[in-house]
């Protein structure tokens, strides 16, 4: 079972999520205290993607608009995993294009579970993409994830039943539920940011990595 972790602010966060056994980093690149939550800037990116080196797979959120604009940042800061879940969606013809011009990174799809008829845009997504992940559509954060909520896993089951490409469940999970989860739904990996994270003032500010040891550990048993 594949542990992706997200949130990732600093080198240490990394290093450290990676040692408690996360086989997944996630940064978020983008304006920091704006609309995402734990966005940090490109050059802290690079910085954390070079200390990484092939120790876990980078993965690179990206919140740009425009396909020309993701591909920059991607070719910039050559994460193993483009995740789009935000302010640019893909397509058959962007998949193709990326395929092109950075050979090697993967790309993954946020589908956003909200009810029966995610399951035609997961099918659709599962056409072109490498990666699907499943997650909530929060009420604050723009676009998919980063609600903290657990979403519908007759419809996340309904999805990975269908598809033949690796499915990353998401959505409020922590070392509490994960293992009814994976048992719920048989992802291909589990995803957390929001129940591995503490809290200040109701804002993420950093990975608790006792958290992220115990759902990792937890995870790994399947």
Not at 65 to 70: G, I, K
Not at 152 to 164: A, G, K, L, P, S
Not at 178 to 198: C, K, M
Request: one cysteine or more; proline letters at 4%; glycine letters at 8%.
């Amino acid at each position: 079972m594949i542990t992706q972790i997200y949130s990732i602010q600093t080198v240490e966060e990394a290093l450290a999520c990676i040692e408690a056994g996360a086989d997944r980093i996630g940064l978020l690149v983008g304006v920091h205290g704006g609309k995402f939550p734990c966005a940090i800037s490109q050059e802290t990116a690079k910085e954390i993607f070079d200390a990484i080196g092939d120790k876990a797979v980078k993965v690179l959120i990206s919140v740009e608009y425009t396909a020309d604009a993701v591909l920059k940042q991607t070719k910039e800061l050559m994460p193993d995993v483009l995740h789009l879940c935000a302010n640019f969606e893909g397509s058959a013809s962007f998949a193709a294009l990326l395929r092109k011009e950075i050979p090697g990174v993967k790309l993954m799809e946020a589908v956003g579970i909200t009810g029966p008829e995610s399951i035609e845009d997961a099918r659709v997504k599962a056409g072109y993409a490498d990666i699907l992940i499943l997650d909530t559509v929060s009420k604050t954060v723009p676009g998919v994830g980063a609600a903290g909520e657990v979403n519908d896993w007759n419809i996340d089951r309904q999805i990975t039943d269908m598809v033949d490409i690796p499915v990353i469940l998401a959505g409020g999970l922590g070392p509490e539920n994960v293992a009814q989860a994976i048992e719920a739904v048989h992802p291909d990996g589990v995803d957390s940011l929001t129940r591995t994270s503490d809290r200040e003032n109701g804002e993420l500010v950093r990975k608790n990595i006792e958290k992220v040891r115990e759902f990792c550990r937890i995870a790994h048993m399947y």
